[in-house]
């Protein structure tokens, strides 16, 4: 009878480290399943950090930007450059190019690998 005890008492300590052991492997899954996810949201809110220090240096050009469009030689330089405006009493001076050369040169930027000289 004793031996029949100890057989018992031999298969619950078993038993016993069996479902120790299930439990500590689901333990450690979950617990790596949750460190994932720790590390993913850091990386998302290293990721939305950046694009917030970017757009916040676009904020800021774009305010230096809107303060210098209060400043009438900035405007008139604007005017000059983008749009061609010319002050009263002023020549403009416009600068064609050869058409042959325009030609060729619309020809190299469409086809890189071609290179005709039409001279």
Do not use: C, W
Not at 19 to 35: K, T
Not at 46 to 55: D, H, I, M, S, Y
Not at 101 to 117: F, I, L, N, W, Y
């Amino acid at each position: 009878m004793a031996t029949r005890e100890k057989e018992k008492k031999d298969r619950s300590a078993k038993d016993f480290r069996l479902v120790l052991i299930i439990l500590a492997i689901i333990f450690l899954a979950i617990l790596g399943r949750q460190e994932y996810k720790i590390h993913q949201i850091q990386k998302e809110a290293e990721a939305t950090q950046k694009r917030v220090e970017e757009l916040q240096k676009i904020q800021a050009d774009l305010e230096a930007e809107r303060k210098r469009l209060y400043d009438p030689k900035y405007i008139e330089k604007l005017a000059r450059e983008d749009h061609n405006y010319v002050k009263k009493d002023e020549v403009p001076i416009f600068i064609v190019k050869d058409k042959q050369e325009a030609e060729s040169k619309e020809v190299r930027e469409k086809d890189p690998g071609k290179q005709t000289d039409k001279r």
